[in-house]
């Protein structure tokens, strides 16, 4: 008989692993938490940019003095808003440089648009003399409209600076629609500095001017 060789068979060797590391768990909402306080400190930072401009001080126009007698009419007259360049049609006050470029004047503004603020001092300046008027736009039946056009409202610093207004105006039938009166209406006045009171100033005087010359004009024909 042929011996028969007995092989021990090798035992399997273990190794010692280290035990996985468990997943790292996020929670659902946390993404969502840093978006959102990413997105309040970006605004916070927009904020504090847009409040660090300096406030722009307000000014309004004046009325001139009533007079003594009011010469009431039987015509209603109703007053248009001014139409005006997009430079005027804003709130801000308008600077002109002698080569022609326009410009805003710094830290200063008007109470309201322009030509919406010059409509209304024209409508009070009318009620002053006793006259029947109102705003265009109110339902008004109007025997006359108070037309205009703001040709320039602001400081020309041509010849040492001054407050130039130059505003056309029309009177027209409320009927027909025909054009029953047109003048152009100028006033300057000096300007000692270019700043926000001193050119309010000037624009305020030439401004009280224009009114007077107005309304003794449209008097007489409306």
């Known amino acids: 008989m042929t011996p028969f060789s007995h092989r021990t068979q090798p035992k399997p060797v273990m190794s010692r692993l280290s035990p996985r590391p468990s997943p790292l768990r996020v929670r659902p909402d946390s993404g969502l938490r840093l978006g959102w306080r990413m997105a309040v400190f970006v605004g916070c930072l927009a904020l504090a940019g847009?409040?660090?401009?300096?406030?722009?001080?307000?000014?309004?126009?004046?009325?001139?003095?009533?007079?003594?007698?009011?010469?009431?009419?039987?015509?209603?007259?109703?007053?248009?808003?001014?139409?005006?360049?997009?430079?005027?049609?804003?709130?801000?006050?308008?600077?002109?440089?002698?080569?022609?470029?326009v410009s805003f004047l710094p830290g200063a503004q008007w109470s309201d648009r322009l030509p919406r603020l010059l409509q209304s001092r024209m409508v009070q300046t009318f009620e002053n003399t006793g006259r029947s008027v109102g705003r265009a736009g109110n339902g008004i039946a109007a025997d006359v409209i108070l037309q205009s056009d703001i040709r320039f409202f602001g400081v020309s610093t041509v010849e040492g600076g001054q407050a130039v207004i130059e505003i056309s105006a029309k009177l027209v039938d409320g009927e027909s629609g025909r054009i029953q009166a047109a003048r152009v209406f100028r006033s300057t006045t000096p300007v000692g500095a270019v700043s926000g009171k001193a050119a309010v100033a000037a624009l305020d005087a030439a401004?009280?001017?224009?009114?007077?010359?107005?309304?003794?004009?449209?008097?007489?024909r409306g």
């Open 50 to 101: 847009c409040s660090g401009g300096a406030a722009l001080e307000t000014f309004d126009l004046s009325l001139p003095s009533p007079p003594t007698r009011p010469s009431p009419s039987a015509r209603q007259l109703v007053v248009a808003e001014p139409v005006a360049l997009q430079a005027l049609e804003s709130d801000r006050i308008v600077v002109r440089s002698a080569d022609g470029v």
């Open 207 to 220: 401004m009280m001017k224009i009114l007077q010359e107005i309304v003794r004009w449209a008097g007489g």
